[in-house]
C-alpha cells in the first residue's frame, strides 16, 4: 500500500483520481521500482526480507514483461475508452495468463466505469459487455465474497467488482 501510494505521489496523482486524456499515469515499472525502496526501508532481513522479495519477483516484475508487459507500460490507453465504446469492439486476451486476464478486466472494468459515470444518465441501452467464458473470472459461489487485503487475487477481485458495476450501473 505505501508503494502504490508513492507511485501516485510521485506523478502528481492521487489513487482516487479519475482517467482522464492528458494524464500520463504511472506504469507498472514504478510500482516495482516503488515497492523495491519500501522493502528496503522496512528493515527486513534474513528469511522475511527474502520472502517479500520473492513476492515482488514472482507477482508483480512478470507484470513488466512480454505481452502483458506491454499493456502496462502504455502512459496513455490508445485506442482512447470513448473509441473502444463507441462501437462494437472484440478484446482478444488469449496471450494472457489467466491471472494477466484477470487482472486487465478488472481494470478496463474500473475504466469503462468511469467513462460512463462522467457521462451522465442516458436511457435505453447504452453498452453491452460480453465476457467470454465469463466463469473463469466470475467463478463458482465458492470463490465469491472472499476479498482479502492479504492476498494477490485479481480473480476475486474481478468478480467482486463485476458484481458491483453491475448492480450500480443497472
Known amino acids: 500500500r505505501r508503494a502504490l501510494y508513492a507511485v501516485y505521489q510521485n506523478a502528481g496523482l492521487r489513487p482516487t483520481d479519475l482517467s482522464r486524456p492528458g494524464i500520463c499515469w504511472p506504469q ?34 512478470p507484470l513488466c514483461q512480454g505481452g502483458v508487459g506491454r499493456i502496462f507500460a502504455a502512459g496513455e490507453s490508445f485506442p482512447s475508452m470513448a473509441d473502444l465504446l463507441g462501437r462494437p469492439t472484440i478484446l482478444e486476451l488469449d496471450t494472457l495468463n ?18 460512463l459515470e462522467r457521462a451522465g444518465p442516458f436511457k435505453g441501452l447504452k453498452l453491452m459487455i460480453v465476457l467470454e467464458e465469463s466463469h ?3 467463478g463458482t459461489g465458492e470463490a465469491q465474497g472472499r476479498i482479502s487485503t492479504e492476498e494477490a487475487d485479481p480473480r476475486s477481485h474481478a468478480a467482486h467488482f463485476l458484481t458491483k458495476c453491475l448492480y450500480v450501473l443497472n
Open 98 to 115: 489467466l491471472g494477466q486476464q484477470n487482472l486487465l478486466i478488472l481494470f478496463l472494468l474500473t475504466a469503462i466505469r468511469q467513462h
Open 28 to 61: 507498472m515499472r514504478d510500482a516495482v521500482r516503488a515497492l523495491r525502496q519500501v522493502i528496503e526501508k522496512t528493515g527486513y532481513t534474513g528469511e522475511v526480507k527474502g520472502n517479500v522479495q520473492a513476492a515482488l519477483e514472482n507477482r508483480f516484475l
Open 136 to 138: 473463469n473470472l466470475i
